[in-house]
């Protein structure tokens, strides 16, 4: 790699690069493999003007159905996810992440319908599901969820991931891809300890090496995407995960540097660990995870906040109609 390479063309040598965003404008910036949302990231852009005219759209589309209140809510919004899926894909050569309503975390059989609904509706649009990720919450019942999906051919990208008995689950039911926070991980570390961490020491880039060196020691599939950051330190420690999902202001940042960095995750050095393998059943899964106070708080944080920014977007659309 040249010496004049970004700091961002540099980590692309190593990791792809996979932009955390719903803004167009960004991503075709940035030139990431992949593109993620999330209902936060949705609720923003549909706030901003050069974005009301998808919701305008989806919204006349959806005028004269037999449905009503609710349940044509819930459509428009369904049929919105889609919407700005398939004009992320008109950027990115690779996948996008459509999330699953955070509100059917603890319900198997939901998630899987909704899960086939959501890949349904692209399918009918003329999108391949090889190019779609569904996002779930990484609970108990989600990962069951994920792994019935992953046998019907629909790829699924766990979320809102915080601990090794959640990314073992993830991995022993097949999925194809996880997601772990490495900034919400920093976070909570941060108001507990009263501490600023940096490289090495930040407690959320030490759980995604963990996950990443297990995965690769015991010959997983399942991708790991680092997540959710909040410093370019966080990201370039993380140099060599298989992907990292970055928001349009850290791209920005490793855009415009030119410091050079080195992989720190590599599967060779991986393999080489002294792991022991974790045998996990439900019972475990929940202990393990009930053990884990920062997980534990954080997964029902997320799902809570993700589950609010919904209901916020039910509310816009309710407005346009």
Known sequence: MSQTASTLDQLKSFTTVVAD???????????????????????????????????????????????????????????????????????????????????????????????????????????????????????????????????????????????????IACAEAGVRLISPFVGRIYDYYKSTTGREFAGAEDPGVQSVGRIYSYYKKFGYTTQVMGASFRNVGQITELAGCDLLTISPDLLEELQNSRDAITRKLDPALAAKEDIDKISLDEKAFRWMLNEDAMATDKLADGIRKFAADIVKLEGIVAKHL
């Open 21 to 167: 965003t719903g803004d167009f404008e960004s991503i075709r910036k940035y030139t990431p493999q992949d593109a993620t949302t999330n209902p936060t990231l949705i609720f923003k852009a549909v706030q901003q003007p050069e974005y009301r005219h998808l919701v305008e759209k989806v919204v006349a589309e959806n005028r004269g159905t037999q449905l009503s209140g609710g349940n044509l809510v819930r459509k428009i919004i369904d049929d919105l996810l889609i919407a700005f899926g398939r004009e992320i894909l008109s950027i990115v050569p690779g996948r996008v992440s459509t999330e699953v309503d955070a509100r059917l975390s603890f319900d198997t059989e939901r998630t899987i319908e909704k899960a086939r609904y959501l890949i349904g509706l692209y399918e009918k649009a003329g999108t391949s599901r090889e190019r779609i990720l569904i996002k779930i919450a990484s609970t108990w019942e989600g990962i069951r969820a994920a792994e019935i999906c992953a046998k019907e051919g629909i790829h699924c990208n766990l979320t809102l991931l915080f601990s090794m008995p959640q990314a």
